[in-house]
């Protein structure tokens, strides 16, 4: 276990001579390190061919992302030798080259952190017999999609919601002012030249193995998205039942072509309910509140299923180029989503909290049980 303090400032403690420093080295012979976990991990792994985990938890802006960088590219290094120094370095380049990617679309600028982490992963790093490293798999989890519809005072909405106004094809998907789209808050109060984060996203997405075509659709979605939030409903006449408005209708052309779906079903989509039972079609028109709800889901669900997609592509790019059979061990390194504050009793946070406090009690208990005198 280790406690450590982000000093919100580089250190000179992570160099290539502080990773010489900790490798196979007597952990009482120096000082606590993130190095030193990992040299530990890496090391109980070949003594005891069972499998390893480490959890990396805090709350927003304790360095959770950094530390983890770090547990990796040490562990990886300590996988190296001559014959394995090209796949070594390789993954780890390909690790650190999806990073910004996995920021982008993850994370947010909240009251604590201007780069909060706002979803949980866990990266798997697969070995050989040989204690080679083949390969890693990225697992995502607890995406904190309420975020896309709705931000805390002073919080932002995920950061590649706004990078993608800087798109060569913005004005064509409709991106023409970040202020004209109700889902977007707290706009300009990051400093950091969006222009060229969205350059690197761009060149991540290259990295992972999307096409042109691939990228313009996951652009098309995303804004597809922000467009969502525009849409306004209102009565039909004396009835209950929720419409678009007229001054929406912009809005639901535009969603229609990006996602390029028919503009009819998409209205009918918000505004109707459709259940089939024993054959027979029911249909139900939403009443105002429930058609919010409904645009509301629709927007989240968009958002994490596309989530999702680039984590299945990632995974493509780290996958062991050797059969599986052939993996002996894994080491993971579980990375909690960040917990600012439940003000607004968020379920996402509530589940974050529970779930954060249940790994940190179950790691804590296990290495007392397993390292009493430790």
Not at 46 to 68: F, H, I, N, R, W
Request: glycine content about 6%; overall charge negative; proline content about 3%.
């Amino acid at each position: 276990i280790l406690v450590a303090v982000n000093p919100f400032k580089q250190l000179p403690i992570y160099t290539r001579e502080w990773q010489l420093k900790y490798r196979q080295a007597i952990k009482t012979d120096h000082p606590p390190h993130i190095y030193a976990i990992g040299d530990w991990c890496f090391s109980n792994m070949l003594s005891s061919s069972q499998d390893q985990c480490c959890v990396v938890s805090g709350e927003s802006g304790a360095g959770k992302t950094e530390s983890a960088k770090f547990l990796i590219r040490h562990i990886v290094d300590l996988s190296s030798n001559t014959a394995a120094e090209t796949v070594t370095g390789s993954l780890e380049k390909k690790i650190l080259q999806v990073n910004p990617l996995l920021e982008a679309y993850g994370n947010a600028q909240t009251v604590m952190n201007d780069n909060s982490s706002r979803f949980g992963k866990y990266t798997e790093l697969v070995f050989d017999p040989q204690g080679h490293v083949m390969g890693a798999k990225i697992s995502e989890y607890l995406l904190e999609k309420s975020r896309v519809v709705r931000q805390q005072d002073g919080e932002q909405n995920f950061h590649l919601l706004y990078y993608i106004f800087n798109a060569p094809e913005a004005r064509s998907m409709g991106l023409d002012d970040q202020a004209q789209f109700q889902f977007l808050s707290n706009i300009g109060a990051v400093d950091c030249d969006e222009q060229a984060m969205y350059k690197e996203v761009v060149a991540a997405l290259y990295d992972v193995g999307f096409s042109k075509s691939e990228q313009d659709q996951l652009f098309h979605t995303l804004a597809s998205v922000l467009h969502f939030g525009n849409i306004e409903f209102g009565s039909a006449g004396h009835s209950d039942a929720a419409r678009v408005d007229e001054e929406s209708t912009d809005s639901l052309l535009k969603i229609a072509e990006l996602l390029q779906v028919d503009v009819v079903a998409l209205q009918q989509a918000l505004q109707v309910a459709i259940n089939i039972t024993r054959g027979e079609t029911i249909k139900k028109e939403h009443d105002i509140p429930t058609a919010y709800d409904v645009r509301d889901a629709a927007a989240k669900a968009i958002y994490g299923r596309v989530f999702s997609w680039l984590i299945t592509k990632i995974n493509n790019l780290l996958a062991p180029e050797s059969d599986r059979r052939e993996v002996k061990n894994t080491i993971g390194i579980l990375g909690t989503s960040s917990v600012d504050s439940c003000r607004n009793d968020r379920c996402n946070d509530r589940c974050s909290s529970v779930l954060t406090a249940g790994v940190c009690a179950l790691a804590f208990s296990t290495t007392i049980l397993l390292y009493p005198y430790t």
